[in-house]
C-alpha cells in the first residue's frame, strides 16, 4: 500500500507561481511512473505532467514551458512547479505513484 499525500496548493494571481508537492509513504517502489493530473468543474481529469517508468518526462501541450515536474527521491517526493499561472489551470491536482492516487488539493487562478 501507499500514501500519497499532496501539498501547496491554493488561490494566486494570472502570471504568479505555486509549487506543488506529493510526498509517498508506504510500500513505494522507485521504478513506477508518477506525476500529476487535473481535473477542471465539468471536464475530464487530464495529465499535466508525469515521468514514466524509464524516467523521461511528459507535459501537457497547455503546461509547456510553464510547469516543471521534479522528484527528491530520498524523500519519496514529487513536484510540479508552476509559472506563469492563467486562469485556465484553475483545477484539482491529484498525483499519482503507479496506481495509487492522492486526494487533490485545489489551484484557483484569479484573473
Known amino acids: 500500500q501507499v500514501q500519497l499525500v499532496e501539498s501547496g496548493g491554493g488561490l494566486v494571481q494570472a502570471g504568479g507561481s505555486l509549487r506543488l508537492s506529493c510526498a509517498a509513504s508506504?510500500?513505494?517502489?522507485?521504478?513506477?511512473?508518477m506525476g500529476w493530473y487535473r481535473q477542471a468543474p465539468g471536464k475530464q481529469r487530464e495529465l499535466v505532467a508525469s515521468f514514466t517508468r524509464d524516467g523521461s518526462t511528459n507535459y501537457a501541450d497547455s503546461v509547456k514551458g510553464r510547469f516543471t515536474i521534479s522528484r527528491d527521491n530520498a524523500k519519496n517526493t514529487v513536484y510540479l512547479q508552476m509559472n506563469s499561472l492563467k486562469p485556465e489551470d484553475t483545477a484539482v491536482y491529484y498525483c499519482?505513484?503507479?496506481?495509487?492516487w492522492g486526494q487533490g488539493t485545489q489551484v484557483t487562478v484569479s484573473s
Open positions: 508506504g510500500s513505494i517502489f522507485s521504478i513506477l511512473a
Open positions: 499519482f505513484r503507479g496506481m495509487y
